[in-house]
Structures are given as structure tokens and as C-alpha cells.
């Protein structure tokens, strides 16, 4: 499959890039800081790009398992609607430049992220470097996640001032880098695989709603995935993991967070988009409205999603694409309502535009031979981190530090 997939895809933006004062806007006008991203965007694009929904290299995965996530996004979304309004809420509030997609051969997460209508800018691996991430962002890389000393530099200075990171697969590598003592690959590669898997804490709200059916979830394995080797144990939570995992392949990890300063990282062995299924026996074969059925969903809403191909697709499969649709979701609505207390400690502004010093002593323009001084533009947000009298120490969104007159802020 790796092999198929390999032609890749070259997607540099998916839907609307949401600009200052662009007919396409929606909703409240963007931050400075969010208009200061978008701007650095089209500055990094190559001219000839254009806009793409995201299947420029065709489809991807079998059939089977097309529909099966296909139907898996209307049941979460169905199902968020009825019993998680305000998550559902929070998932639909995201802007463009809130979900930043890292384009890879192996998978799509932003397959998984335009079903379930979430607003997403897709770039290339070589482009993370050239952008200002926001600590307000998540950051998915898809598989392999191959970046460059200066992309993995960016992802680890983007996730220590409060982003989210989330990996699958073989982009474990580009994590073990960024985050070196916390995770490394381990054991043997998978095969074509899946695996009944036990979800460790059904209140976490990255897992919240992630089990359905009485049968335990199943998580498909991509050929030559990368089991999960845990580094440090008292930092490193597993989320989810696999007996038959383990016994196969030596390490029993799926899903696996740790924090690193302000932001967190999640890793999972596979992909976002799962490309095929395994249905076992029982329930795993009856159709897709057992698996609805078990998800809560009504007479009417079942009826519905009949209609839309319900009951070609397994149970089985729509467990398994369903697992891990919710966890992205649920990792997104938590970015979300994180954010809230974020911003909440980047309480000043920036009175106008002014260059961060060095040093609480240092003032004005670099000397010869010093680093260009960093500047925040009128009304960034920023966060206090020390004061000297008159001088404090400040952090903006993008991450940068130094020091400025009290008097400049408000």
C-alpha cells in the first residue's frame, strides 16, 4: 500500500485562506497575529499554487474502507450534535489557521478533517520552517513526517510555548528528534494488522465517546508501522494500547501524550485516514446500523444515514474509523477550549508596534555583530514573564522573547 500511496499529493491549502478584509470571511475578524500568519503564508507559497480540496493525488485506501470513514464522520458528527453540543461547538469555531496540516505519502488527515468540516490549511514538510506557528494552533503531521533540523527546531520551540502536535506512524521519528528521552520507535514493524486495543481512561478528553460498541475498539496497523517504545514512563501517558500488539510486535503502546512546557504532543502507531479494515466475527460483521445503533443514534437519524450507504459498510470497519475520527475530534475541541485559558495569560497588548530587547539594560537597535532584535506589531498579545522595574521580559504568540518598557502595554 505504502507503495501506491507513495505518488503522494501536493496540497498546499485546503478551503478558503481566511485574510484581512477577504469576501471569504466568516465570523469575528481575524487576530493581528492570525492576519501576521496568513500573510506569512502566501508570502511562502510558490507562486503557481493554488487552492485544493485535498484529493489532487486521487482516492486513497480501498473502497471499503472509503465509505467506512465516509459514514464514520456522519455518525460523530450526528452523535456530537445530539449529546456534545458545546464540544461540537467549540470543533466548528476553529478558523483556517487554527488546524495546520503537514502534507505527507502515507496519509491524509485532511480527508478525516474536511468530513467532519473542519477549517484546515495544508502545507508541505519543507514550509513548517518558514512559518510563524502560534502557540494557539495544532500542528498535524501526517506520515512519514520527514522535516528538516530547522522544521524540527520550529516544532519543538512551537510546542514549548502551548501548541498541540499530533503524529502518526512513522513521523514517531520526528517527535523522538524534537523531544529526544520522551519516545522512540521499538520492536518489530507491524504488518497489514488490527488489533483489539483497551482505552485507559474513558473520562480523558482526548478519549471521551471513543468506545461504542460493547466489543473493544480495533485499530487497523499500516504495513510497517512503527510500534511505540516509551522512554520515560513518568512523563509519557499511554492513551490507549494493544495485548495482541505487544505479543505481535513487542510493544503494546497505540496512542501515547506527554506535555513538554505549555503544549502537549500526541502520537499514534498508524494513520488519521484508515485505508483498510479487518472485521472479525459476531457484531464486527453485522451492518453499520448495529454499529449506529450502539453509538446512540435515533430511528430517524439511522434511517437517514441508510440512505447514504449505512449498511454497505460493517460495523467493524466503522469501529475502527470512527476510534480514531474521535480522537481527532476530541483532540481539536480540547485545543479549543484550552485555548481560552491561554490567551487569558497573554493579558497585555502591545500599546504599538516595538522591537523586544535583549535584556532589561539593553535598549533600542542591536549592536554590530548582535542578532536582529525580534518586533511584535500593535496589539499582539503578550504574556508578562519577569519585571525589572520598568522593564519586563514578554512572550507573544509566535513564541518570541525580550524585554520592553511597561509603557508599552496595555
Given at each position: 500500500?505504502?507503495?501506491?500511496?507513495?505518488?503522494?499529493?501536493?496540497v498546499l491549502l485546503t478551503g478558503c485562506l481566511v485574510l484581512p478584509n477577504s469576501a471569504h470571511a466568516r465570523g469575528p475578524q481575524p487576530s493581528p497575529e492570525q492576519q501576521a500568519f496568513s500573510k506569512a503564508l502566501q508570502r511562502a507559497l510558490p507562486a503557481a499554487a493554488k487552492p485544493s480540496d485535498g484529493t489532487?493525488?486521487?482516492?486513497?485506501?480501498?473502497?471499503?474502507?472509503?465509505?467506512?470513514?465516509?459514514?464514520?464522520?456522519?455518525?460523530?458528527?450526528?452523535?456530537?450534535?445530539?449529546?456534545?453540543?458545546?464540544?461540537?461547538?467549540?470543533?466548528?469555531?476553529?478558523?483556517?489557521?487554527?488546524?495546520?496540516?503537514?502534507?505527507?505519502?502515507?496519509?491524509?488527515?485532511?480527508?478525516?478533517?474536511?468530513?467532519?468540516?473542519?477549517?484546515?490549511?495544508?502545507?508541505?514538510?519543507?514550509?513548517?520552517?518558514?512559518?510563524?506557528?502560534?502557540?494557539?494552533?495544532?500542528?498535524?503531521?501526517?506520515?512519514?513526517?520527514?522535516?528538516?533540523?530547522?522544521?524540527?527546531?520550529?516544532?519543538?520551540?512551537?510546542?514549548?510555548?502551548?501548541?498541540?502536535?499530533?503524529?502518526?506512524?512513522?513521523?514517531?521519528?520526528?517527535?523522538?528528534?524534537?523531544?529526544?528521552?520522551?519516545?522512540?520507535?521499538?520492536?518489530?514493524?507491524?504488518?497489514?494488522?488490527?488489533?483489539?486495543?483497551?482505552?485507559?481512561?474513558?473520562?480523558?478528553?482526548?478519549?471521551?465517546?471513543?468506545?461504542?460498541?460493547?466489543?473493544?475498539?480495533?485499530?487497523?496497523?499500516?504495513?510497517?508501522?512503527?510500534?511505540?517504545?516509551?522512554?520515560?514512563?513518568?512523563?509519557?501517558?499511554?492513551?490507549?494500547?494493544?495485548?495482541?500488539?505487544?505479543?505481535?510486535?513487542?510493544?503494546?503502546?497505540?496512542?501515547?501524550?506527554?506535555?513538554?512546557?505549555?503544549?502537549?504532543?500526541?502520537?499514534?502507531?498508524?494513520?488519521?485516514?484508515?485505508?483498510?479494515?479487518?472485521?472479525?466475527?459476531?457484531?464486527?460483521?453485522?451492518?453499520?446500523?448495529?454499529?449506529?445503533?450502539?453509538?446512540?443514534?435515533?430511528?430517524?437519524?439511522?434511517?437517514?444515514?441508510?440512505?447514504?450507504?449505512?449498511?454497505?459498510?460493517?460495523?467493524?470497519?466503522?469501529?475502527?474509523?470512527?476510534?480514531?475520527?474521535?480522537?481527532?475530534?476530541?483532540?481539536?475541541?480540547?485545543?479549543?477550549?484550552?485555548?481560552?485559558?491561554?490567551?487569558?495569560?497573554?493579558?497585555?497588548?502591545?500599546?504599538?508596534?516595538?522591537?523586544?530587547?535583549?535584556?532589561?539594560?539593553?535598549?533600542?537597535?542591536?549592536?554590530?555583530g548582535q542578532p536582529a532584535s525580534k518586533k511584535v506589531d500593535k496589539d499582539y498579545r503578550l504574556r508578562v514573564l519577569k519585571q525589572q522595574g520598568k522593564r519586563v521580559q514578554v512572550r507573544d504568540l509566535f513564541g518570541n522573547e525580550g524585554w520592553v518598557d511597561k509603557d508599552e502595554?496595555?
Amino acid at each position: 500500500m505504502r507503495s501506491v500511496a507513495q505518488r503522494g499529493i501536493f496540497v498546499l491549502l485546503t478551503g478558503c485562506l481566511v485574510l484581512p478584509n477577504s469576501a471569504h470571511a466568516r465570523g469575528p475578524q481575524p487576530s493581528p497575529e492570525q492576519q501576521a500568519f496568513s500573510k506569512a503564508l502566501q508570502r511562502a507559497l510558490p507562486a503557481a499554487a493554488k487552492p485544493s480540496d485535498g484529493t489532487a493525488s486521487g482516492k486513497l485506501g480501498d473502497g471499503r474502507m472509503r465509505r467506512a470513514n465516509r459514514v464514520a464522520a456522519e455518525i460523530l458528527e450526528q452523535r456530537m450534535a445530539q449529546t456534545r453540543t458545546s464540544d461540537l461547538k467549540l470543533l466548528r469555531q476553529a478558523g483556517v489557521a487554527d488546524v495546520i496540516v503537514v502534507r505527507g505519502s502515507y496519509d491524509r488527515v485532511q480527508d478525516v478533517l474536511r468530513a467532519l468540516k473542519v477549517k484546515h490549511v495544508v502545507v508541505p514538510p519543507h514550509l513548517v520552517a518558514r512559518l510563524p506557528l502560534m502557540s494557539t494552533q495544532t500542528l498535524m503531521i501526517n506520515c512519514p513526517g520527514h522535516l528538516n533540523q530547522a522544521g524540527i527546531a520550529a516544532v519543538r520551540r512551537f510546542v514549548k510555548t502551548g501548541g498541540y502536535l499530533v503524529t502518526t506512524d512513522w513521523a514517531l521519528t520526528t517527535v523522538a528528534r524534537a523531544f529526544p528521552g520522551f519516545i522512540t520507535r521499538g520492536g518489530r514493524n507491524t504488518g497489514n494488522d488490527v488489533v483489539k486495543v483497551h482505552i485507559h481512561d474513558l473520562d480523558d478528553p482526548w478519549l471521551k465517546q471513543i468506545k461504542t460498541m460493547k466489543q473493544k475498539p480495533r485499530w487497523w496497523l499500516e504495513s510497517s508501522s512503527y510500534p511505540i517504545r516509551i522512554l520515560d514512563k513518568q512523563k509519557v501517558r499511554v492513551l490507549i494500547s494493544s495485548d495482541e500488539m505487544r505479543k505481535r510486535y513487542g510493544y503494546g503502546p497505540i496512542a501515547v501524550s506527554f506535555r513538554h512546557d505549555d503544549g502537549k504532543v500526541l502520537h499514534m502507531t498508524s494513520h488519521f485516514y484508515l485505508q483498510q479494515g479487518k472485521t472479525g466475527t459476531g457484531k464486527e460483521k453485522a451492518k453499520g446500523s448495529y454499529f449506529a445503533r450502539s453509538a446512540g443514534l435515533k430511528a430517524d437519524q439511522i434511517k437517514a444515514l441508510k440512505g447514504k450507504g449505512l449498511d454497505s459498510v460493517r460495523s467493524g470497519d466503522l469501529n475502527s474509523a470512527y476510534s480514531m475520527q474521535q480522537v481527532t475530534a476530541n483532540v481539536l475541541v480540547t485545543k479549543q477550549a484550552d485555548n481560552r485559558e491561554l490567551l487569558k495569560r497573554y493579558g497585555k497588548r502591545a500599546r504599538r508596534s516595538v522591537r523586544l530587547d535583549s535584556s532589561a539594560s539593553v535598549k533600542g537597535q542591536p549592536g554590530k555583530g548582535q542578532p536582529a532584535s525580534k518586533k511584535v506589531d500593535k496589539d499582539y498579545r503578550l504574556r508578562v514573564l519577569k519585571q525589572q522595574g520598568k522593564r519586563v521580559q514578554v512572550r507573544d504568540l509566535f513564541g518570541n522573547e525580550g524585554w520592553v518598557d511597561k509603557d508599552e502595554l496595555y
